[in-house]
């Protein structure tokens, strides 16, 4: 039998994932899915109008060049489900485009109720917007079993949010959206292509510090749900490259010894001084 971290099993979700990627023996880890509180999803936002990040605004070009061959694909009537909308600004030129044949529903996914919002306001105009505020797959479960009798589904996964994924998962988790749909839907996948290290470096560590901060916020999260007590300052933003693996990876790197308490994860960490919380994994693809 593996060994199990020692957590009571009244913990929150996220207290409970707090408390087994920081009492880790080798490398700590948290997961990147809780940057996406409401200053966390402020933040990315921010980060999507950088110059250095190019990458939504890349979705956007295709979308906007593609939207109408794409729509040619799907006869009316289409349900458009798409996995962590952000806001939807870029989801608009495939709902214009569908919707110039009949009435078009657009089921959002997301854990972030401000982004369902923002995207529901931004977006009535071309959809029928039905909000889902839950994880990926438990939201194509919901989205899916609303689905009326003839209606095709159109699954937009964009943003190379699949990249955050660890490469093994990636695959299974493709198979389990194929799974909850039926023979004539389709799935649409926005992945990053690998550049220039010096060039997604700098993507991840932009000279504003808005990729910092959206890092960051992180611990800032911690403290403010979770009661912990990080002290923001003593951890520095590092993005590197992982060139074997083909990703890019953000930590947060200890300044110096220290000790953190997180009241509801009900746990004490150690860090020395340069140890590093791996956040989040952003893989990059080649075309083939
Ligand atoms: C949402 N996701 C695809 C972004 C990425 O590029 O991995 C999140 C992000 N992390 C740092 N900057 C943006």
């Given at each position: 039998?593996?060994?199990?971290?020692?957590v009571?099993?009244?913990?929150?979700?996220?207290?409970?994932?707090?408390?087994?990627?920081?009492?880790?023996?080798?490398?700590?880890?948290?997961?990147?899915?809780?940057?996406?509180?409401?200053?966390?999803?402020?933040?990315?936002?921010?980060?999507?109008?950088?110059?250095?990040?190019?990458?939504?605004?890349?979705?956007e070009?295709?979308?906007?060049?593609?939207?109408?061959e794409?729509?040619?694909?799907?006869?009316?009537?289409?349900?458009?489900?798409?996995?962590?909308?952000?806001?939807?600004s870029?989801?608009?030129?495939?709902?214009?485009?569908?919707?110039?044949?009949?009435s078009?529903?657009?089921?959002?996914?997301?854990?972030?109720?401000?982004?369902?919002?923002?995207?529901?306001?931004?977006?009535?105009?071309?959809?029928?917007?039905?909000?889902?505020?839950?994880?990926?797959?438990?939201?194509?479960?919901?989205?899916?079993?609303?689905?009326?009798?003839?209606?095709?589904?159109?699954?937009?996964?964009?943003?190379?949010?699949?990249?955050?994924?660890?490469?093994?998962?990636?695959?299974?988790?493709?198979?389990?959206?194929?799974?909850?749909?039926?023979?004539?839907?389709?799935?649409?996948?926005?992945?990053?292509?690998?550049?220039?290290?010096?060039?997604?470096?700098?993507?991840?560590?932009?000279?504003?510090?808005?990729?910092?901060?959206?890092?960051?916020?992180?611990?800032?999260?911690?403290?403010?749900?979770?009661?912990?007590?990080?002290?923001?300052?003593?951890?520095?933003?590092?993005?590197?490259?992982?060139?074997?693996?083909?990703?890019?990876?953000?930590?947060?790197?200890?300044?110096?010894?220290?000790?953190?308490?997180?009241?509801?994860?009900?746990?004490?960490?150690?860090?020395?001084?340069?140890?590093?919380?791996?956040?989040?994994?952003?893989?990059?693809?080649?075309?083939s």
């Open positions: 039998m593996s060994a199990q971290p020692c009571p099993l009244a913990l929150s979700e996220f207290a409970f994932e707090v408390h087994a990627g920081l009492a880790k023996e080798g490398q700590k880890t948290l997961p990147c899915r809780y940057f996406y509180d409401d200053v966390g999803t402020a933040l990315f936002q921010t980060i999507s109008l950088l110059p250095e990040y190019g990458l939504t605004r890349a979705d070009r295709v979308l906007r060049a593609h939207a109408g794409i729509a040619a694909w799907f006869p009316s009537p289409v349900a458009v489900l798409e996995l962590g909308s952000g806001t939807g870029k989801t608009r030129r495939i709902l214009e485009a569908l919707s110039t044949r009949g078009v529903v657009y089921y959002p996914i997301d854990v972030s109720r401000t982004a369902l919002q923002c995207c529901r306001s931004e977006l009535s105009d071309v959809a029928e917007v039905v909000p889902v505020e839950a994880s990926y797959l438990e939201g194509v479960t919901r989205a899916v079993s609303l689905r009326k009798t003839q209606e095709r589904i159109l699954t937009l996964f964009l943003g190379s949010t699949i990249g955050n994924f660890e490469r093994a998962e990636m695959v299974q988790f493709l198979q389990e959206v194929r799974a909850r749909l039926r023979p004539g839907d389709a799935l649409l996948l926005g992945t990053d292509l690998e550049k220039s290290e010096s060039r997604m470096t700098l993507a991840y560590d932009d000279p504003l510090g808005v990729t910092a901060a959206f890092n960051v916020n992180l611990l800032a999260r911690i403290n403010r749900e979770l009661g912990g007590d990080f002290v923001i300052g003593e951890f520095a933003h590092q993005a590197r490259y992982n060139r074997s693996e083909r990703r890019m990876e953000m930590h947060l790197r200890s300044r110096r010894d220290q000790e953190v308490f997180i009241r509801a994860a009900e746990i004490a960490v150690r860090f020395r001084r340069g140890e590093t919380i791996w956040t989040e994994s952003s893989h990059k693809f080649e075309l």
